[in-house]
């Protein structure tokens, strides 16, 4: 059931991806590739889940974990609410919590480094960073009211993210008690997409 609900997603995303770049008059502006990236980032997700991956199991695609998706997210999020019409330099600062996490999951493979409670530790700061950011995105859409809708798709991926990561600190067993970390988001992803495609019909007609 799960690998149906995957690929549905995946579709899904695959879709509306093919539907946003024929709109090319919006593909000048940061919103519509951070757009772009956030959908990309979702299918990334259900494609390659460690516990459910679909192309090889038992195995770690943590360069399209959840961080990627928040950190698109927060800055899609960012620029819908700043309006900006070009992107600032500046913001790809935002993008380094990503980049240590990656990091650090990558350090955490080599045999010196398993079990290392430091880098738990360190892994798991900077994971509740990323919380930060979905909790700002949250504030940040209620602050100036626009694209609400997202809120349909953050609001419980930031509880789904909050769970795991409860559940990791105390069990220090990656998704032991909860699922949702994987049927959750596969959910939410065909939530979000079917979303996206009703804002673009709307806004198309």
């Known amino acids: 059931m799960l ?18 770049f024929k709109k090319k008059h919006e593909q000048h502006t940061p919103v519509y590739w951070l757009f772009i990236g956030s959908i990309l980032s979702v299918v990334l997700f259900s494609l390659g889940d460690d516990d459910y991956n679909l192309i090889q199991s038992n195995t770690r695609w943590f360069f399209f974990h959840e961080p990627l998706m928040i950190t698109f997210l927060f800055l899609l999020v960012r620029y819908i609410n700043s309006g900006r019409k070009t992107f600032r330099n500046l913001d790809v600062l935002f993008s380094l919590p990503y980049l240590l996490y990656v990091t650090l999951e ?23 960073s990323f919380l930060g950011l979905l909790c700002y995105s949250i504030y940040d859409i209620f602050k100036h009211q626009k694209e609400n809708w997202l809120l349909l798709f953050i609001f419980p991926f930031t509880v789904i993210f ?44």
Do not use: K, W
């Not at 955490?108 to 994971?127: C, H, I, K, Y």
């Open 3 to 20: 690998t149906v609900i995957q690929i549905i997603a995946i579709l899904q995303g695959l879709f509306l991806g093919y539907v946003l």
């Open 162 to 205: 909050a769970l795991d990561q409860v559940t990791i600190v105390f069990s220090r067993l990656h998704g032991s008690i909860f699922v949702l970390d994987s049927y959750g988001i596969f959910l939410l992803a065909i939530l979000l997409f079917l979303l996206c495609h009703l804002q673009i019909n709307y806004r198309s007609s």
């Open 106 to 128: 990558i350090i955490s493979t080599l045999d010196n480094f398993q079990g290392n409670m430091m880098l738990a530790s360190a892994n798991t700061l900077v994971e509740c």
